[in-house]
């Protein structure tokens, strides 16, 4: 999911430079004589935005406050983005290192801001520092989004100054391969910090790193989304993250995907389960090594109100069939389910199919499982009892052939279905004339 901001291209040397508007919207005009001399009063000097020893001057006027905001509708409206107080969204809006001024010189007209997201403008990087030195006039933001922005230590140093007033905060830096020395950022998050969200998805860390956010975890008890995927090669510091979950008693959100987990270190998590009365959501796909790591293996089972749990493309055998079977059909809250993409459970998917009582299931995703007639027919039994099953997938599995006559018999008494995928099932005719 890359998105890539291209450096719109000079017309020469000529020319004065294209304003940040006309880069990202063709056939947009020229800034009139007033926006340029806004343009003027905000160069991009770095003397300009020098944090100052005196108390930043409080607006006070409402109609200055007004005026300020009159002057930025333009280059919002332009970019398609309504005007608003408390959200300011420049997500892949192709900003470059000169365009770093358009949302610094928004922050004095927004004293309410709670959401900054600038994703996914590559070249962001070496210039947060001009941002970030003017967080101090937004210290009610709660969520700040840098990812894909290709951020350098530099920037991070920046952003770690710029943290210390932002007590409550989202914290999305993933997708930035050179963050560097990661703690430079996080040990600005003190005991008892109310950060909520913490995601570093694809960000290259390092065994170190992972080990610090373990030891981290231990402060930020009203952490509720902890989103680690994607950071490969970490086995061995994953016993400090489960160490440090048995502190975040609220986390609902809990991403491990594609990040090496091996049989062993599944079963870390097991002991932390337990105190993660709020877990919700249980993501560890893509974890091939993990393969027979559920078996014997109690955690699961202690989340009682988990709600989503997602093991795509891990490899899982026989005995971790056996094992989810123990657990799965015991957990009443649980509203999606993610098997696909797991040859290996083939005939053994079986009897957790046949026990799949679950009256809030809403998806259920077990394409390209080579299912197996019997596997197959003890779905279509059981999907009686899902009378809350919105979505279903169940393509590359071949046995769906001829059979499909066994689900849409029960289905059809459901009123909440949506979604119903039969890609490459081997469908006869007979099967298809059941469709129309």
Not at 189 to 200: A, D, H, P, V
Request: net charge negative; hydrophobic share 40%.
């Amino acid at each position: 999911m890359s998105q890539t901001g291209n450096k719109s291209s000079s017309d020469g040397e000529t020319k004065s430079q294209t304003s940040f508007v006309n880069k990202c919207i063709r056939g947009s005009k020229f800034r009139s004589p007033k926006a340029e001399n806004r343009k003027e009063s905000h160069d991009l000097k770095t003397t300009d935005f020098r944090p100052s020893d005196e108390t930043p001057k409080t607006i006070t006027s409402e109609m200055e406050l007004r005026s300020r905001m009159e002057e930025n509708e333009p280059f919002l409206q332009k970019l398609g983005k309504n005007p608003v107080d408390k959200c300011l969204d420049l997500n892949n809006c192709r900003l470059t290192t000169a365009d770093v001024r358009e949302p610094v010189a928004l922050l004095p007209s927004h004293p309410d801001l709670e959401k900054l997201d600038i994703s996914w403008n590559d070249f962001i990087g070496r210039t947060l520092h001009l941002l970030m030195q003017q967080m101090h006039l937004v210290s009610k933001l709660k969520i700040l989004r840098l990812g894909s922005c290709r951020l350098t230590a530099d920037d991070i140093r920046a952003l770690g100054e710029a943290l210390k007033a932002l007590p409550e905060l989202e914290l999305n830096l993933s997708w930035n391969s050179k963050l560097g020395n990661l703690p430079l950022i996080l040990q600005t998050f003190r005991e008892g910090s109310k950060i909520q969200m913490l995601e570093l998805v694809d960000s290259a860390l390092t065994s170190e790193d992972v080990a610090f956010v373990g030891h981290l975890l231990l402060r930020l008890q009203n952490l509720e989304v902890l989103d680690l995927s994607i950071n490969r090669n970490n086995d061995g510091s994953l016993n400090s993250i489960a160490q440090g979950l048995k502190s975040t008693l609220n986390l609902k959100v809990l991403k491990l995907h594609s990040c090496g987990l091996s049989q062993k270190s599944v079963k870390l998590p097991d002991a932390a389960f337990r105190y993660l009365c709020e877990q919700r959501t249980l993501d560890l796909s893509c974890n091939k090594e993990m393969s027979g790591g559920f078996e014997d293996s109690p955690g699961l089972a202690t989340l009682k109100h988990v709600e989503g749990l997602d093991l795509h493309l891990s490899s899982l055998t026989a005995d971790d069939m056996v094992s989810l079977t123990q657990v799965i059909p015991f957990l009443s809250s649980f509203q999606e389910l993610d098997l696909s993409a797991n040859r290996k459970m083939g005939s053994s998917s079986e009897n957790l199919l046949s026990r799949l009582f679950l009256p809030a299931l809403k998806s259920l995703l077990i394409n390209n499982c080579a299912l197996e007639s019997e596997t197959f027919t003890a779905l279509a039994e059981a999907s009686i009892h899902l009378p809350a099953l919105e979505i279903v997938n169940l393509s590359w599995n071949k046995c769906v052939g001829s059979n499909l006559k066994l689900l849409l018999e029960t289905l059809k008494l459901s009123t909440s279905l949506q979604v119903l995928r039969l890609s490459s099932c081997s469908l006869v005719t007979e099967d298809v004339a059941l469709l129309e």
